[in-house]
């Protein structure tokens, strides 16, 4: 059953310098138990589609389209309506635990407040849930450690306390915001792992937001690859690493270390200048006349794959 659908979304903000075009008619669907890769370089938009869904951009954002949870229109929903499904239903983990959290709170009073929002439950219980949680998420000693400060934990602790504070109340939907940026190897590979437990026991969707493939197709049943603003390519883990078919799906493919690590020529395009035509077209060898004047729609290619490239028309 499809638990979030995104339907044309559009999201554009005003700056001094023009309108940043940072999510251009994505259509999205997430369904139970499913794990989706969104993936794509720094500043492709990925972050302002998971920020969208909680409603959580500023208020100078224009956001056309619709984001249905459970059949219901979260872009339309009252401020007290988005806020219970906020940590409770949908929840987000951020990138970078220490500038998330509170410095001056105790990691278990944080980890603590969605419970007593949303579960009503008392200082007490809500901390025994907590050390619940730490316990989940192999925090030793987790009796003594709820009441250690964000800064006297290591970075692969504080990651451990986002995602108990993102589960704690048992959401439907896990947005995770490069969970493991800023890791070192061995401990992203821990929280990896720990990811992949908790959200098997746990039953919870997740978006993955991340510039990492390798970490997507870890933790991810299918991805969609995001390029300035829109998906050019959607399909299985397995579709995307044995047959990918947009060139720059391919070029994030070689750009792996494990492919020989070349990246894909030329830069990103500003999302307030954007190309016309294919977006990929400046910095693509197969572009024609044709890419560079024509948006190419997104076309199925196999039973669940499907990409934005005139290639395949
Ligand atoms: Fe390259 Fe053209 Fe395909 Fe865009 S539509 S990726 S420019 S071949």
Redesign the pocket.
Same mark, same amino acid.
């Given at each position: 059953m499809t638990l979030l659908s995104i339907e044309n979304l559009n999201a554009h903000f005003h700056t001094e310098d023009g309108a940043v075009r940072a999510v251009n008619g994505i259509d999205l669907n997430i369904e139970e138990g499913e794990k989706l890769g969104l993936i794509g370089e720094t500043g492709c938009g990925k972050t302002v589609l998971g920020l969208a869904i909680l409603r959580l951009l500023s208020e100078n954002t224009k956001i056309e389209g619709k984001i249905l949870y459970k059949g219901k229109n979260l872009l339309t929903m009252s401020d007290n309506e988005i806020r219970k499904i906020r940590g409770k239903e949908i929840a987000m983990i951020f990138q970078n635990p220490l500038s998330s959290m509170n410095p001056v709170l105790t990691v278990g009073t944080q980890v603590a407040e969605p419970v007593e929002l949303h579960q009503h439950l008392k200082k007490q219980d809500a901390m025994r849930r907590v050390i619940e949680m730490l316990k989940s998420v192999k925090i030793p000693l987790p009796q003594e450690r709820v009441k250690e400060y964000p800064h006297e934990f290591s970075g692969g602790m504080r990651q451990r306390a986002m995602i108990a504070m993102g589960l704690i109340c048992m959401p439907s939907l896990i947005i995770a915001d490069e969970p493991t940026t800023g890791l070192d190897v061995t401990i992203q590979a821990q929280i990896v792992e720990l990811m992949k437990e908790v959200l098997r026991d746990s039953g919870t969707s997740m978006l993955l937001i991340t510039h990492d493939l390798a970490v997507a197709s870890e933790l991810c049943d299918n991805i969609a690859v995001m390029y300035p603003g829109e998906i050019?390519e959607y399909g299985s883990v397995r579709d995307l690493f044995k047959d990918p078919k947009?060139?720059?799906t391919r070029g994030f493919l070689n750009s792996l270390p494990s492919k020989g690590f070349k990246p894909i020529t030329g830069t990103s395009p500003s999302l307030i200048n954007l190309p016309k035509? +294919?977006k990929?077209?400046p910095r693509?060898s197969?572009?024609?006349d044709? +890419?560079k004047i024509k948006r190419?729609e997104l076309i199925k290619v196999g039973k669940k794959h499907y990409v934005?490239?005139?290639?395949y028309d």
């Open positions: 050019v947009h060139p720059y035509g +294919c990929f077209h693509c197969l572009a024609t044709k +890419c190419p934005r490239c005139f290639l």
